[in-house]
Every structure is written in structure tokens, then in C-alpha cells.
């Protein structure tokens, strides 16, 4: 496993490195070729950076076999949880997106699909009922006609008496 570690360990360190590395040249303001210097915000992090190297190394010399996440003492289990990210993520995005995930497939099964539903449902009861009046026998679809000639001669009268 040692070799797997360093390969990702050691560009890991350089990338987070060169955050603090300051731009080679300055195009805007120096003159052509005119090197910056190298910032005390680089030799902070490099100095971190060598006493952990130093002392995970002496650490390692002193007994090979002991665990190295022993040294972190009390840090070890939140070095081991990646700092409570995996937390901090549930709770500042699972949950809030999995709760609007929840309300939008409520609001689609009992507003939008009550409605294609309904709808279905009404049309069926329509559709049902003018099926009906429709296979009506002879004698009830005479009544039903000379009841709509009634009603039209009674709009007649009404509407001409008023005029």
C-alpha cells in the first residue's frame, strides 16, 4: 500500500501547494521577463509541511508496525470521519433535497394525478350517462324530444312576451 499512497500523496501536496504560489510574472504592472519574488505565504504552509513529513517519519523509524493514526490521539476519529463532511453534507444537502424530492412527488400524486384521474372519472360518468339517455327505448326518446320542443316553445313565449 505504500506505493499507491505516495502516488497520490505526493501530487496531492504539490497541487495544494501551488494554491499559494504567487504568478510567475506580473503582466500588468513589471516590466517584461521581471520575475516576482516567492511570498511568505509559500514558506508557512512549506515549513508545516516539513515538520509532519519529519515527524511521521520519525515515528514510522521508531516501531514500523505501531499505527500512525494512534499519534493523531484524540483528532484520530475526526481525521478518520474526513473532518464530519460526510455530516455536514447530509444535513446541508441530502436532507433538504431529499424533503423537496419528497413534496414535489406528493404534490404530483395527489395534484397532478387527482386531476388526470378525476377528470378520467368525470368523462366516464358523462360519457356514461349520455350512453344512456342515448339507448333509451322509443317511447322515452319521444318523450324526451317532445319535452325539448316544450321547453324551446316556452323560451319562445317568454322571450317574445317580453318583447
Given amino acids: 500500500m505504500r506505493v499507491p499512497v505516495l502516488l497520490l500523496a505526493v501530487p496531492a501536496a504539490l497541487l495544494g501547494l501551488a494554491a499559494f504560489l504567487p504568478p510567475v510574472t506580473d503582466r500588468l504592472g513589471a516590466p517584461e521577463g521581471e520575475l516576482t519574488h516567492v511570498g ?78 378525476g377528470t378520467g372519472r368525470g368523462a366516464q360518468g358523462l360519457g356514461g350517462a349520455l350512453a344512456g339517455l342515448h339507448r333509451a327505448a322509443l317511447p322515452r326518446a319521444a318523450v324526451g324530444v317532445l319535452a325539448g320542443a316544450l321547453l324551446i316553445g316556452l323560451a319562445a313565449v317568454l322571450i317574445g312576451g317580453a318583447a
Fill in 40 to 117: 511568505p505565504a509559500l514558506l508557512l504552509p512549506l515549513a508545516l509541511l516539513a515538520v509532519g513529513v519529519a515527524l511521521a517519519w520519525a515515528g514510522w523509524r521508531r516501531d514500523r508496525a505501531a499505527d500512525p493514526a494512534r499519534a493523531l490521539g484524540p483528532l484520530g476519529p475526526v481525521f478518520a470521519a474526513g473532518f464530519m463532511l460526510d455530516d455536514v453534507q447530509r444535513a446541508l444537502v441530502v436532507r433538504p433535497v431529499t424533503a423537496l424530492a419528497r413534496l414535489a412527488r406528493a404534490a404530483d400524486e395527489r395534484v397532478v394525478d387527482g386531476a388526470v384521474e
